[in-house]
């Protein structure tokens, strides 16, 4: 029996309708009906045709104020489930819930996701009444989180930290917005073997984070402790915390295949 290729398979409008929500993954947020028939060269009822099926299925959602189209929640929940597949936050989940316990404060993992850093998941202390709850899903500046330092640092051909916007937005009064002082802390960083955001994203919240390496020595993503910035201060931080945190690092890592 001849096997035929897959590509004879192929439906159209299947295809059609992939490559309208793969219009979102450039630098574009939100597009209309007449930008997305030009550059996929379809009729403009056939480009509101697919979006209408993208939206009432929650992959695609409109604007109301613009009119334009964006990416939907289950695009997230579809990336969540992919990087649940992979590995990673299945390694991690008793590593977070370890991490938590003996730091007693929050631990999360994040990775990299276009020109920002994303919490995937998280694991609270338990016997803390005032906790902090990283933003799962959203994504969040590199330059000012400590997640987000660490793949900039660690970031061996330089790509992420090309990708930074000229202005470097204050998000408080700690915020590092010279490029200058912002390229020695991560060559600081590099030296240490972690970051650390004192207050840098949002007020009175400290956090810090280590590489998580796979099989290929690539940076994957990072492991993070946060807190208020009362209990998790620069002494705390590399007498108890680091040394911990590194030690979690290394584990997950481990499990990803990473040899030193």
Request: hydrophobic letters at 40%.
């Amino acid at each position: 029996m001849v096997r035929r290729d897959k590509t004879n398979y192929v439906i159209q409008s299947v295809a059609h309708a992939l490559d309208v929500l793969e219009q979102f993954f450039g630098e574009a947020d939100e597009l209309g009906v007449t930008e997305l028939s030009k550059r996929l060269k379809l009729h403009k009822n056939n480009v509101f045709r697919l979006l209408a099926t993208l939206e009432a299925r929650g992959y695609i959602e409109q604007n109301k104020a613009t009119e334009n189209y964006r990416l939907g929640i289950k695009c997230l929940h579809l990336g969540r489930r992919y990087i649940h597949h992979m590995g990673l936050v299945r390694q991690a989940r008793p590593i977070l819930s370890d991490l938590a316990r003996k730091c007693r404060e929050t631990a999360y993992v994040a990775i990299v996701r276009r020109e920002g850093v994303v919490p995937l998941e998280a694991s609270e202390a338990e016997d803390r009444a005032v906790r902090i709850t990283p933003p799962i899903g959203l994504t969040l500046p590199l330059y000012c989180t400590a997640p987000g330092k660490v793949h900039l640092a660690f970031d061996s051909e330089g790509q992420q930290q090309s990708a930074l916007p000229e202005t470097l937005k204050s998000y408080t009064d700690r915020t590092i917005i010279d490029r200058a002082a912002l390229i020695a802390q991560l060559e600081a960083v590099v030296r240490q073997g972690y970051a650390v955001d004192a207050g840098e994203f949002v007020d009175e919240v400290s956090s810090v984070a280590v590489p998580i390496r796979d099989y290929t020595r690539s940076v994957v993503g990072s492991l993070a402790v946060s807190g208020p910035s009362y209990r998790v201060d620069s002494e705390r931080i590399a007498a108890e915390i680091a040394p911990v945190l590194g030690d979690a690092g290394r584990e997950l890592s481990h499990r990803l295949g990473f040899n030193e």
